[in-house]
Nanobody, 126 residues
Framework: QVQLVESGGGLVQAGGSLRLSCAAS????????MAWFRQAPGKEREFVGG????????FYVDSVKGRFTVSRDNDKMTVYLQMNSLKLEDTAVYYC???????????????????WGQGTQVTVSS
């Protein structure tokens, strides 16, 4: 089993930046594909971006392309979400997720992920 803990959320003005981190523990981190999801009040949890086990493949939802960057450091057992040019509609609880998988595919639906963090709130103000 792997445990995930997100950090880095907070309140930021529109146009600003935040960097989220997700620290993993418990198993070999490089065995896991990782992803970030978010959930706004009253909405379904949606995929934001995902990264394969060795960072060769990364995929984003269209709404964040060019603004968000997913990266990982397997030695530090951490995955990151750099968020730039934040918009009001980016306000949500952000979750990291893990799936034990060492292939090239990026899974975009929550049902494919076995482990989840507790979430970190990101609020973008005008």
């Amino acid at each position: 089993q792997v445990q995930l803990v997100e950090s880095g959320g907070g309140l930021v003005q529109a146009g600003g930046s935040l960097r989220l981190s997700c620290a993993a523990s418990g198993r070999t981190f490089s065995n896991y594909a990782m992803a970030w999801f978010r959930q706004a009040p009253g909405k379904e949890r949606e995929f934001v971006g995902g990264i394969d086990w060795n960072a060769e493949n990364i995929f984003y939802v269209d709404s964040v392309k060019g603004r968000f960057t997913v990266s990982r450091d397997n030695d530090k057992m951490t995955v990151y979400l750099q968020m730039n040019s934040l918009k009001l509609e980016d306000t949500a609880v952000y979750y990291c997720a893990a799936r034990q998988y060492k292939g090239p595919a990026i899974f975009t639906h929550r049902i494919h992920y076995e482990y989840w963090g507790q979430g970190t709130q990101v609020t973008v103000s005008s």
